[in-house]
Structures are given as structure tokens and as C-alpha cells.
């Protein structure tokens, strides 16, 4: 059974920082694409992409949100990506999930225009961005 696993939410003040991680079982990260996804409150909200890295060469996509701010980064002996967000605001407060997919395209494509399902999704971690 395949189970992703986000960890590292919590509240944090703007301009503060958190790493999440996204560990797993069942699979070897390595051999996926992750992809990193978020979910503002409220019920209208939808869930949009904020970064992707690449199983084949490691090659990261960050929506314009997240550039300059945050980092994807794998730790392959770990079965282990990370998500490194600095400078955070309280726009950023959201339901963080990763996804896994054996295909690059596939992820980098959910992250950047949503219409792909993933192959796994974790349930999430939540962060809070306070004033």
C-alpha cells in the first residue's frame, strides 16, 4: 500500500520560514515526479500547484508565486522531497499536499494548469501565515 506523508506545517509569522517534507511508503520517490500542491481555506478555494521536480534529472518548476521563495529538493537516501518556503506571507496559508507520478510531464503540467490526477497524493499538512 502506497501512503505519501506530508510533515513541517504549523504556524509560522510573515517573513518566517518552514520545510516541509513529503516521505513515503510503498514507493521510492526517486523514481517519481513530485509534485507540490496547495489549498487556500474556504470552500470556493481550489487547489492550485506551487512546484514540481522531476524524477529523470531533478529539473524543478515553481509556479510565479513561489519563485525566488521557495525550493523543491529531493534526499533520495531519505525517500524523502522537501519543500523549503521562506519569506512567507499570510497569502501562503494553505493545506500543503504532494503528489508522486511516475510521469514528468503528467506532474509538471498538474502543477502548472491543474487537469491531471496524480498517481498518489498525501493528506496534507496545514500552514498558517500570521500577521
Known amino acids: 500500500q502506497v501512503q505519501l506523508l506530508e510533515s513541517g506545517g504549523g504556524l509560522v509569522q510573515s517573513g518566517g520560514s518552514l520545510r516541509l517534507s513529503c516521505g513515503a511508503s510503498g514507493i521510492t520517490l526517486a523514481d517519481y515526479a513530485i509534485g507540490w500542491f496547495r489549498q487556500a481555506p474556504g470552500e470556493d478555494r481550489e487547489r492550485e500547484g506551487v512546484a514540481s521536480i522531476a524524477s529523470r534529472d531533478n529539473s524543478t518548476y515553481y509556479k510565479q508565486f513561489a519563485k525566488g521563495r521557495f525550493t523543491v529538493s529531493r534526499d533520495n537516501a531519505k525517500n524523502t522531497v522537501y519543500l523549503q518556503m521562506n519569506n512567507l506571507k499570510p497569502e501562503d496559508t494553505a493545506v500543503y499536499y504532494c503528489?508522486?507520478?511516475?510521469?514528468?510531464?503528467?506532474?509538471?503540467?498538474?502543477?502548472?494548469?491543474?487537469?491531471?490526477?496524480?498517481?498518489?497524493y498525501g493528506k496534507g499538512t496545514l500552514v498558517t501565515v500570521s500577521l
Open positions: 503528489a508522486a507520478d511516475r510521469s514528468d510531464t503528467r506532474t509538471v503540467v498538474s502543477v502548472r494548469l491543474k487537469g491531471y490526477d496524480l498517481e498518489y
